[in-house]
T-cell receptor
Framework: GAGVSQSPRYKVAKRGQDVALRCDPI?????LFWYQQALGQGPEFLTY????????KSGLPSDRFFAERPEGSVSTLKIQRTERGDSAVYLC??????????????FGPGTRLTVL | QQPVQSPQAVILREGEDAVINCSSS?????VHWYRQKHGEAPVFLMI?????EQKGHEKISASFNEKKQQSSLYLTASQLSYSGTYFC???????????FGKGTRLHILP
């Protein structure tokens, strides 16, 4: 079946604008993760959902970052009042089992956000 | 605590072997290995759980030494398709968030 998809693939925003990044996980996957990947670095955890419940948001860098998954499938990561330091690739991953984070995570291609 | 990967980068000729190491200063429950090609999604390779187990997938295998808090990824008879950046992700306890290393860039020459 289809893998994890993300949209848009590329987003350019002016500093101060709000952006919304979408993630469509693999159908039936219970767990969903958001990561931020800076250039030349590994993915850095932002937040984790199990179905519609956001169980861990400890990685969100500030209250400008907000994520939701209202129906337990599609998720949106919203960044308000973007800053140049928010420029990065935002990766979404999903996993099948509800056993927490110790399961195979399948990543989407990411959204490359550039804040000018 | 971010795991440390070594080497940072390696260049090989097709057919040569490579070892990528991942070390943590904390006790680990699991180690996850991914490969990412430029502009693409990280692709899952394998998970190792504490217990010193070794896993293999064709010519790619890995070991996990729980006592040393280390994992190594072994690439045997490397192929051009193995090129990319390899990330290890560590999990101190079950259900902790995964913390990824900075990656090891592998380039295979024909």
């Amino acid at each position: 079946g289809a893998g994890v998809s993300q949209s848009p693939r590329y987003k350019v925003a002016k500093r101060g604008q709000d952006v919304a990044l979408r993630c469509d996980p693999i159908s039936g996957h219970v767990s969903l993760f958001w990561y931020q990947q800076a250039l030349g670095q590994g993915p850095e955890f932002l937040t984790y959902f199990q179905n519609e419940a956001q169980l861990d948001k400890s990685g969100l860098p500030s209250d400008r970052f907000f994520a939701e998954r209202p129906e337990g499938s599609v998720s949106t990561l919203k960044i308000q009042r973007t800053e140049r330091g928010d420029s990065a690739v935002y990766l979404c991953a999903s996993s099948e089992v509800s056993g927490g984070k110790t399961d195979t995570q399948y990543f989407g291609p990411g959204t490359r956000l550039t804040v000018l | 605590q971010q795991p440390v990967q070594s080497p940072q980068a390696v260049i090989l000729r097709e057919g040569e072997d490579a070892v990528i190491n991942c070390s943590s200063s904390k006790a680990l429950y699991s180690v996850h290995w991914y490969r990412q090609k430029h502009g693409e999604a990280p692709v899952f390779l394998m998970i190792l759980l504490k217990g010193g187990e070794q896993k293999g997938h064709e010519k790619i295998s890995a070991s996990f030494n729980e006592k040393k808090q280390q994992s190594s990824l072994y690439l045997t008879a490397s192929q051009l398709s193995y090129s990319g950046t390899y990330f290890c992700g560590t999990e101190p306890n079950r259900d902790d968030k995964i913390i990824f290393g900075k990656g090891t860039r592998l380039h295979i020459l024909p």
